[in-house]
């Protein structure tokens, strides 16, 4: 179908991480992803999905939220599909609504519309994709824009606390944030025990460093089921 993008859900909930975090926001996940970190929680939706025009995408979002408000543009990898992506972002923002895009980085940026808020996910040594961030994209960046670091270890959290400092992330972008990884197979009990880098030790590194970092803990697996889809 010409013009459609591939998409594998649409949904309602409340936004897990980001300075956006706990506002409810419609997420389009679009198909596709060309890295494979090791604690991913959405491979269901590397392969698969269904072809949906760009007015299909903005009648459901308009369904899900009429009044407007928080969209996340997520994957996968969004930016695989840039050529449909972006004149949907367009769409999303000339219709009123406030537009997140949530991208690991290794794909050309500057296509982005500007007013669209980037959250750039830089893959760490231990993620299983060190060194794919196109440091070009650097240049991308707006001053409402948040750059994420998923850490596993103190070696991921030594990785990012020197990225953050030799490209002056704090002079470039409204937040850094540091995000303890959750162990992909995790389900069941809601906590904290999931992640594989204790919440309390990254704090105290942080403080200790006094790294510009925000601790970003994904509030989305601690309100539902960590394995729970769709939330
Ligand atoms: S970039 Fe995102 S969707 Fe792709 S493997 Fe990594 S965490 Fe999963």
């Known amino acids: 179908m010409p013009g459609s993008l591939t998409i594998t859900e649409i949904y309602k909930s409340l936004q897990g991480e980001s300075t956006h975090a706990g506002l409810a926001c419609v997420f389009v996940r679009l198909t596709g992803c060309n890295l494979r970190c090791i604690w991913c929680d959405s491979e269901f939706s590397f392969y698969g999905g269904k072809k949906m025009s760009r007015d299909e995408i903005l009648d459901e979002v308009a369904r899900l939220s009429p009044g407007g408000g928080l969209v996340e543009v997520t994957g996968g990898e969004p930016m695989l599909q840039e050529r449909e992506v972006v004149p949907l972002m367009e769409q999303l923002l000339d219709r009123g609504y406030k537009v997140l895009l949530e991208t690991s980085g290794e794909r050309a940026l500057e296509r982005v519309p500007a007013s669209v808020i980037k959250i750039v996910d830089v893959k760490c040594p231990h993620s299983g994709e060190p060194d794919t961030f196109a440091i070009e994209n650097l240049e991308a960046l707006q001053p ?21 400092g030799q490209h002056r992330l704090g002079n470039r972008v409204h937040a850094i944030l540091f995000s303890p990884a959750f162990r992909k197979d995790a389900s069941g009990e809601r906590d904290l025990s999931h992640c594989l880098l204790d919440p309390e030790e990254l704090a105290q590194w942080i403080l200790a460093d006094e790294v510009p970092a925000r601790l970003s803990l994904q509030i989305h697996k601690l309100i539902w089921d960590p394995a729970a889809k769709g939330v």
Not at 144 to 156: G, I, P, Q, T
């Open 144 to 164: 409402h824009d948040e750059m994420k670091f998923v850490l596993s270890n103190r070696a991921d959290y030594e990785f990012a606390r020197n990225f953050v």
